[in-house]
């Protein structure tokens, strides 16, 4: 392979002159620059970006790191990122990380190493290992593209104007006639999530729509077709709307989303749907004090607004309305069971990543292990609370 020494011989020029000629950084005369031209040609020489790179330190080089270029959102981002670095003269280089952190290690570390001029991240998670990483990169111009507010003082940041998005998308088909209008909303953490499900929301309150949210009613069809073969209804309501008689009610992982202030319309609710010789049992798991407080982390990740009910909180509740026939604690053996799902999960996992990301990972076994160490120490129950409108005759036999 020639060259610039070669191309210079070749010219009768030194490689000086040669460099010059390459990268216009010099008046050449035409006829030096002919010379040069025509021995590049002859020798099919090629400029090295790697010499040049050692020279002015930067390859003319854009690094993105990406969560992945197959999804229809990154992919049209990545394309005119692209578009407009060929414009400029400019060559990117693209990694898709998908939110792997060692791979976004490796892609940051290789792309320092390639003396990029800049660097866009394009992450569908900034977890806080990530942000570090970046922080010892920061020495390149670096901007961060989607996901909200910015997350650090040594970059610069794109945020979209996700509310307005989520109006317009509501406003377009409200004006195109419709009423009956559904939605899926995105993870409610991220500013894009939050932000179009408000935006939208906005819309339809202002047309005095009320909107169905269809990710409740996609499971109400999961469940309606594994069930399909048994002798079961499954109906989508508000508790307080049920006006039936039922011989049992059972309640199960509902209560501790209920809340204190409608605890005894709860229960008003159980006992006018329940016949006189019929039996309620109530599954929930129990604080051992009576508070409204919740695990800070426990609220915002898994349980939003949720309380754990105290013996007291459903003795008083359900006094004016029922009477308790028995009340079964099954928190010590909860912690198994939540073992178990924990050891399913990590066993699962090789099977689940390309669905979802090592911060899920993260995020489930530590909820798993955190919610087993809390029934282990005893600091939370698990019940299941027996009760009849009028007590039972004789009593009811429950085996222990």
């Known amino acids: ?26 008046f050449v005369a035409e006829e030096t620059k002919t010379a040069v031209r025509e021995a590049i040609k002859e020798l099919h020489y090629f400029p090295s970006v790697v010499a040049r790179s050692l020279k002015v330190n930067h390859t003319k080089s854009i690094g993105l790191l990406s ?33 792997n952190l060692e791979k976004q290690r490796a892609y940051l570390s290789m792309l320092a190493q390639k003396r990029v001029h ?18 010892d990169y920061r020495t390149i111009p670096m901007v961060v593209m989607d996901w909200g507010q910015a997350h650090s003082d040594f970059t610069d940041t794109i945020i979209d104007n996700a509310f307005e998005g989520g109006y317009l998308a509501g406003r377009y088909l409200i004006e195109r006639g419709h009423r009956d209008i559904g939605t899926i909303p995105g993870i409610q953490e991220r500013n894009t999530g939050s932000g179009h499900y408000l935006g939208f929301l906005k819309a339809l309150q202002e047309a005095d729509i009320t909107v169905r949210d269809y ?85 915002k990740y898994i349980f939003p607004n949720g309380c754990l009910p105290s013996v007291r909180h459903i003795a008083a509740r359900s006094e004016p309305y029922l009477v308790m026939e028995d009340w079964h604690n099954f928190g010590a053996d909860y912690d198994k069971t939540l073992m178990a799902w924990h ?58």
């Open 67 to 99: 969560t992945s270029s197959e999804a229809p959102y990154f992919a049209e981002s990545i394309e005119a990122v692209e578009n407009s670095c060929y414009a400029k003269g400019y060559t990117l280089i693209l990694c898709n990380s998908h939110n």
């Open 343 to 400: 050891d399913r999960f990590a066993a699962s996992w090789p099977q689940l990543t390309d669905r979802y990301s090592p911060r899920f990972n993260r995020m489930f076994r530590y909820y798993l292990n955190a919610c087993a160490g809390a029934f282990r120490a005893r600091n939370i129950q698990l019940w299941q609370v027996l009760f009849s409108p009028q007590g039972i005759e004789g009593g009811v036999r429950v085996a222990h």
């Open 1 to 26: 392979m020639a060259t610039i020494k070669d191309v210079a011989k070749c010219a009768g020029v030194s490689t000086t002159t040669v460099s010059h000629v390459i990268n216009k950084t010099r």
């Open 118 to 135: 800049g660097l866009l991240v394009m992450c569908a998670e900034y977890p806080p290992e990530l942000l570090s990483m970046l922080a």
């Open 215 to 299: 990710a409740i009613l996609l499971r109400l069809q999961l469940a309606q077709v594994h069930c399909s073969d048994l002798n079961v209804t499954i109906e989508l309501q508000d508790y307080r709307d049920l006006n039936r008689h039922f011989d049992r009610i059972v309640s199960v992982s509902r209560f501790e989303h209920v809340g204190p202030k409608n605890y005894d319309t709860y229960f008003r609710v159980v006992s006018k749907n329940l016949k006189l010789d019929g039996l309620f049992l109530l599954h929930t798991i129990g604080a051992n004090k009576t508070d409204s407080q919740v695990d800070p982390w426990i609220n």
